[in-house]
């Protein structure tokens, strides 16, 4: 999918509001219901504390000629039944980025019903129903940015920053104790098709180094339609702590980021006896896509 589709899509979401979502966290279905946050759920509340899951690939969505006047219209309805395992995931994200924990949202096509939960609460504004204000557009794009995973895997992480009003997302001294590599800042806006950026918040990877996060430490076009824009040190403004950047400015734009975390180890390095495929592959060297040692010879 080419990346102007995707931010069209995109666009056409989150301009239509929530409103129109139904809050069920306290009046449950009793139809069939398709719950697309289990993971998230299941983290015994990770998620509270800031971290998030990246399994969102942008290249398996495809959301091409989506009208989107509310998620109760019949253009919702008619652009979710034409992938509706994709459409679901999408919202699982939006969702989860958008709105507060203990919050969801849920769809009923008639047959089935989808139930999508809060999270980070991101767009307190928007979720409740009113239009996305431009803080809120620029910190939810960078919050799916940052939930973008190359390889489409889930890999734990966690999501400094804060929300579209200016609180931050809550984190605890064992989180960051856990999360001790600084990976990227996130920011952009899908809104008005101005794309999303990553810049990396340390060295990049050697060549023996790889992650299946990919994204902003890999550099280059690794992840498209995510722009790679260099050292996040020389566009963005970091918080009194140093924790996490507050704005980055690109092309003139400034934008409210989000900053990411690793664990150290969700960082691959070929020689360590573990073939850690996908971003690990056979070869005849020591790099990461040709690891000889770890993952054996080709053919």
Known sequence: MKAT??????????????????????NPSGESVHTAAQAIEESNGLTANGLAFNGLAFNGLAFNGLAFNGLSSSSFSSWFQQRPAESNLFMKYLIHCSVPAGQTRTYSNGTATYVWSGGLGLAPGWSSGLPATLAEQQV???CLAALVNKYGR??????LGANAVGQRIPTTGSELGSYTIREACFFGNLFNGEGL???????????????????????????PPLVHVGSCHARCQPDGTGSYFTQCTYNGVTYQPLTTRLRYQDISTCGDGICQQPNESCGTSTRADSCMRDCGTCG
Request: hydrophobic fraction near 45%.
């Open 140 to 142: 939810v794009s960078a």
């Open 197 to 223: 950026f990553v810049g990396n918040d340390q060295g990049l990877f050697s060549a023996s180094q790889s992650s299946l996060r990919a994204c902003a430490l890999s550099g280059g076009d690794a992840c």
């Open 5 to 26: 589709q995707v931010f069209g899509v995109m666009l056409l979401v989150l301009t239509g509001g929530c409103g129109p979502v139904e809050d069920v966290s306290t």
């Open 154 to 159: 889930t890999v734990q992480i966690s999501v």
